[in-house]
């Protein structure tokens, strides 16, 4: 994700690169960046609001180690950033915990693994068998 010091144009990236992840694994996101909280941060908020990211999520990391000769793409890394711990320069919070269980379809259909498409349960439709068609 590139980096910038405007924040809404920060904002855009991290939206942007949140969205292209391959198999639409985040349909949509809402991403807030605030950078005059404090004079040495930002804050980012990042609320997954698609259909396909409903309900409890694994937690975002920040992977701030370099990639260097050999490895693609080469960053130089973000020395200045901590993580996971209320007492260095970043961290990371959970407003809503998530439960780390990833269920096919939502648990509303069965997925042809060859596809990687589902079939929902009567009821539900959509790629993730998120959208309610009808009580049942």
């Given at each position: 994700?590139?980096?910038?010091?405007?924040?809404?144009?920060?904002?855009?990236?991290?939206?942007?690169?949140?969205?292209?992840?391959?198999?639409?694994?985040?349909?949509d996101v809402v991403v807030s960046v605030d950078s005059t909280?404090?004079?040495?941060?930002?804050?980012?908020?990042?609320?997954?609001?698609?259909?396909a990211v409903q309900g409890k999520q694994h937690k975002l990391?920040?992977?701030?180690?370099?990639?260097?000769?050999?490895?693609?793409?080469?960053?130089?890394?973000?020395?200045?950033?901590?993580?996971?711990?209320?007492?260095?320069?970043?961290?990371?919070?959970?407003?809503?915990?998530?439960?780390?269980?990833?269920?096919?379809?939502?648990?509303?259909?069965?997925?042809?693994?060859?596809?990687?498409?589902?079939?929902?349960?009567?009821?539900?439709?959509?790629?993730?068998?998120?959208?309610?068609?009808?009580?049942?």
């Amino acid at each position: 994700i590139l980096w910038s010091t405007t924040d809404s144009t920060l904002k855009g990236y991290i939206e942007d690169a949140l969205k292209k992840l391959p198999n639409k694994v985040i349909d949509d996101v809402v991403v807030s960046v605030d950078s005059t909280v404090n004079s040495n941060g930002v804050v980012i908020e990042v609320t997954f609001t698609g259909a396909a990211v409903q309900g409890k999520q694994h937690k975002l990391e920040i992977m701030q180690d370099p990639c260097g000769e050999g490895c693609t793409p080469r960053i130089t890394g973000l020395t200045n950033i901590r993580t996971f711990s209320a007492t260095t320069l970043s961290t990371v919070e959970i407003t809503t915990t998530g439960s780390h269980n990833s269920y096919e379809c939502g648990r509303r259909g069965k997925c042809d693994f060859n596809t990687g498409l589902c079939t929902c349960f009567a009821g539900y439709t959509g790629e993730t068998c998120s959208i309610l068609t009808a009580l049942v």
